[in-house]
């Protein structure tokens, strides 16, 4: 695990949009895993500023949530609607967001496995952090085996994700469709951002912490290439600040982001 620590959260999405651009020009058919979330705002503002060329990606959103169709705005089909797909030149069609709405959700999350399979596995997945260290909706106890599945929200996370629903935690649908912990650790590459002081504490844990179902993406140690962008108020909490940032500034794979 590599951890970049950047003056601000500009700076921090601005390198989160600089690697995946990276990624989409070495391979234009890059199969992308994406996030939502309030900091994965400003990297999909900047990533749709570079006009790359996303005409032969695939993507495979993390989550959605239970009972909400993806016409309505607090759906995270509306989401990336809104805030990237429209805006680049990604075919609509190969943008993929688990159907909360599905009939049958059993059914619905063996379809997005396989729909994973059948691209070939995930290039590069995005992710954030929620305060209780969930990564897509894995909340504490999730299994670091799980694969994609129905999960119920911590009344904490609820509360967190209120400010998309008019503020009211009640309005924010209490299940989920969620890419497990073992989904997510098979992509092949892993770019996790988190900023903002209400992050410290959880990401220091899930980082420089014991790997633990309790904080999900503490999982992440697991992987062998894996990255994690921060700012100053994120990267508050951590003990080795001045390793990272040497390994930021000296290590050649980075030259081209310092
Ligand atoms: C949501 C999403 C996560 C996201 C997290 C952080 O619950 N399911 O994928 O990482 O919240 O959100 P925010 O960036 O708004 O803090």
Same mark, same amino acid.
């Given at each position: ?13 601005? *390198? ?98 396989? *729909? ?36 119920? *929200? ?105």
């Amino acid at each position: 695990m590599e951890i970049v620590i950047k003056s601000n959260a500009d700076a921090a999405a601005t *390198l989160t949009a600089q690697l995946i651009a990276a990624r989409v020009r070495a391979k234009p058919d890059l199969v992308l895993g994406l996030a939502t979330g309030r900091t994965m705002e400003a990297v999909y503002t900047k990533l749709a500023a570079l006009e790359l060329d996303f005409s032969r990606c695939r993507s495979f959103n993390l989550d959605e949530y239970i009972g909400v169709p993806p016409t309505d705005k607090h759906s995270y089909r509306c989401y990336m609607d809104e805030r990237l797909f429209d805006k680049i030149n990604i075919v609509k069609t190969n943008t993929h967001v688990p159907d909360g709405m599905a009939p049958d959700l059993g059914a619905e999350v063996a379809r997005y496995e396989l *729909l994973i399979k059948e691209a070939g596995g995930i290039d590069l997945q995005l992710l954030g952090i929620g305060e209780d260290g969930h990564i897509g909706f894995n909340e504490p106890l999730s299994a670091l085996m799980s694969r994609t599945r129905e999960k119920a *929200l911590t009344p904490a996370t609820r509360r967190q994700n209120a400010g998309m629903f008019g503020g009211d935690p009640d309005r924010v649908p209490k299940r989920a469709l969620t890419m497990g912990v073992g989904t997510i650790l098979e992509a092949r590459e892993i770019v996790l951002l988190a900023t903002g002081p209400d992050k410290a504490a959880i990401l220091a844990k899930a980082v420089e912490g014991s790997i633990s179902a309790m904080i999900s993406a503490s999982a992440i140690q697991l992987h062998p290439r894996c990255k994690v962008v921060l700012d100053q108020d994120a990267a508050g909490a951590l003990t080795q600040r001045d390793y990272y940032d040497w390994v930021f500034q000296n290590e050649p794979e980075w030259q081209a982001y310092r």
